[in-house]
């Protein structure tokens, strides 16, 4: 679909005449407030920080995946309760919608979108809404609707009104062209899944906001995040999720990776905070919009082995699904993420024994309360 959608005359025009090969805009011509969609506007393309403003009013797409519901709990914790919407096109369990505002939100409904970031004031949006690496493969359209229109819906709506956006990006956003040993922040990018494609999008796409519009456009590619409290969605690392939840429900595990598939992992404690310290550092900090991050890299064997020092009677048996195994390959082994922790200070705090610890703890806690019910 175009990409700009209900351009006014006016519009037109100004494309036309700075559009043909100039400079950039510069500071003073962004206080025109171009937006894809409108030419006129009252917002200010750059979003306020915390010295400025009392605390962000955060609206989380797709938020009763993997990460949303635990970063809206952390902002939640950090800003207040009603400060953070989670948004999503399903209904939500009841310990959701009771632990603080959710409101239904389709990104590929612009309008409805729009209207929940100026009824509510939003000044930051996580975009989460997205199909993952597996899930995409299988239905594409639906990956490409969701993953790119959804992305420019979300993009216009943040330039339009002035919001600070985070989406994230991923070890897919990388091909087999691209160095597998620790893989640069920059470097070639020649992904061959639709998800990978439609995260190297997203990321290009927001620079291009950012320098032609002035949207404080923030990115983080996420390695495997390893999570306790939700169950698997698609993604070619969820065999590291499913791995725990297998050991302490039935003590039997079916991987569907090749035992010394070598990939980047991170536990969500990590992520979430990672993700909250990239939306608050102040803009001057970034060198770069898209950062790569990293804590620890492991095959299925490793982890097996680790989690057989909690659980000996553990089985490990495989069963190679091509598709999965053919993304893996096709993936990094290893991240590089020195400019993260030059720039804004990242650090991750659990390596594969305190994530097994952690995430087997959990899941027992959790069984034998469900067992208990």
Same mark, same amino acid.
Request: hydrophobic share 40%; proline share 6%; aromatic share 8%.
């Given at each position: 679909? /175009? ?44 979003? +306020? ?8 009013? &955060?609206? *989380? ?22 400060? +953070? ?10 310990? &959701? ?9 389709? &990104? ?26 597996? +899930?995409?493969? %299988? ?13 420019? @819906?979300?993009?216009?709506?943040? !330039? ?16 087999? #062209? ?11 990018? =020649?992904?061959?899944? *639709? ?6 999008? %997203? ?33 070619? #690392? ?34 979430? =905070? ?7 550092? /102040? ?8 950062? @790569?991050?990293? !804590? ?19 089985? *490990? ?5 091509? &598709? ?7 993936? /990094? ?6 400019? !993260? ?21 959990? *899941? ?10």
């Amino acid at each position: 679909m /175009p990409f700009v959608r209900a351009v006014t005359k006016a519009t037109g025009q100004v494309l036309l005449t700075t559009g043909c090969g100039c400079e950039p805009f510069s500071a003073s011509a962004r206080s025109i407030s171009i937006s894809p969609r409108q030419v006129m506007s009252d917002a200010s393309f750059h979003s +306020v920080s915390f010295s400025e403003a009392d605390h962000p009013k &955060v609206l *989380i797409t797709g938020g009763l995946g993997q990460l949303g519901v635990g970063l809206a709990k952390l902002l939640r914790k950090r800003f207040g309760k009603n400060n +953070v919407i989670l948004s999503d096109i399903r209904k939500p369990p009841n310990h &959701v919608y009771h632990s603080g505002p959710f409101m239904y939100s389709d &990104v590929l409904d612009y309008k409805n979108l729009r209207e929940i970031v100026v009824n509510n004031r939003i000044t930051w949006i996580v975009h989460y809404s997205a199909l993952l690496s597996a +899930v995409g493969e %299988a239905n594409v359209t639906l990956a490409r609707d969701v993953n790119i229109t959804g992305l420019h @819906n979300v993009l216009d709506v943040a !330039a339009e009104h002035g919001v600070r956006l985070f989406i994230p990006s991923t070890i897919g956003a990388f091909g087999p #062209t691209s160095p597998r040993d620790s893989t640069p922040d920059l470097c070639i990018q =020649r992904p061959r899944t *639709i998800y990978g494609v439609s995260k190297v999008h %997203a990321e290009l796409m927001g620079e291009y906001y950012h320098h032609r519009y002035g949207l404080d456009f923030r990115c983080l590619r996420y390695p495997g995040i390893i999570s306790a409290d939700s169950q698997p969605g698609g993604g070619t #690392t969820d065999y590291a999720v499913q791995m725990f939840h297998d050991a302490v429900k039935t003590g039997k595990f079916v991987c569907n990776l090749k035992p010394d598939t070598r990939l980047p992992m991170m536990f969500i404690d990590d992520c979430l =905070r990672a993700t909250l310290e990239v939306m608050d550092i /102040p803009a001057e900090m970034l060198t770069m919009r898209t950062y @790569n991050i990293n !804590a620890m890299s492991f095959s299925p064997e490793e982890l097996a082995c680790e989690v057989q020092k909690h659980m000996p009677d553990l089985q *490990i048996t495989y069963d190679i699904d091509p &598709v999965r195994q053919a993304i893996a390959d096709s993936w /990094p082994k290893k991240f590089e993420d020195n400019n !993260a922790r030059k720039d804004w200070g990242w650090k991750h705090e659990y390596n594969l024994p305190e994530l097994v610890q952690a995430m087997l703890n959990f *899941i027992s806690l959790d069984s034998r309360a469900a067992n208990a019910n």
